[in-house]
């Protein structure tokens, strides 16, 4: 489905800075949401998709996010206005890198996610071909203990036959222990309407 231009209008998409630690993370009063998922999954895309134009560099080279990328985003949808910053994280699941950089990045990332106050909600992306293994698993059971709203996107649903569809929403739904309608998808020529409404409910 395309975007109606009359319910979804982004007004502002830019890019505010990276931060390769929390200390370095500039002061802003947004509130924050954390665009996670596995390397590859197409974290950049989906910024991209959901602000309405290219900000997200996209790389065909898994692990190629090192830092937390931040976006302000500005717009309304279905009359009501919302200003948000988007927060890109580094990927996980890489297995070119050493050790000591998965776990450098873990941390990284665990620790925003534990400490940064601003935070509202955690957007976790996971390929539509494939169930949730224990590291999605594990980000969303850091988001209940911390009392984040974790939403579930699918991503490149369109690569998907139609009939194919039904099955790979309830199959990730109940690898995440969630109703088949609490699952969201992206993907080419597909509306991020719904996404923006889930959010800004939560923000």
């Known amino acids: 489905m395309v ?22 993370i500039r002061k802003q009063t947004l509130p ?41 985003i500005e717009g309304e949808c279905r009359d009501t206005p919302f200003a948000v910053t988007l927060v890109d994280m580094p990927g996980f699941g890489f297995a070119k890198l050493s050790k000591e950089q998965r776990e450098e990045i873990a941390m990284l990332s ?12 955690v957007v976790l992306l996971n390929d539509c071909r494939r169930e949730p293994q224990a590291d999605e698993l594990s980000i969303q059971g850091l988001c209940a203990s911390e009392g984040i709203s974790c939403l579930i ?17 309830k199959s990730v739904a109940a690898g995440y222990n969630l109703e088949k309608d609490d699952i969201l998808y992206t993907g080419e020529g597909i509306s991020p309407e719904a996404i923006w409404e889930r959010l800004i409910a939560i923000v």
């Open 3 to 24: 975007a109606d231009p009359r319910t979804l209008k982004i007004r502002r998409a830019e890019f505010l800075f990276g931060a390769p630690s929390l200390a370095t």
């Open 32 to 72: 924050e949401i954390a665009i996670v998922g596995r390397s590859n999954v197409g974290k950049s895309t989906f910024i991209n998709r959901i602000a309405g134009r290219k900000l997200a560099r996209v790389s065909g080279n898994p692990g190629s996010t090192r830092e937390l990328n931040f976006y302000q």
């Open 153 to 169: 996107v699918l991503t490149k649903f369109d690569t998907l036959r139609q009939n194919e569809k039904p099955k790979a929403l």
């Open 110 to 121: 665990v620790d925003y996610l534990r400490e940064r106050s601003q935070v509202r909600a």
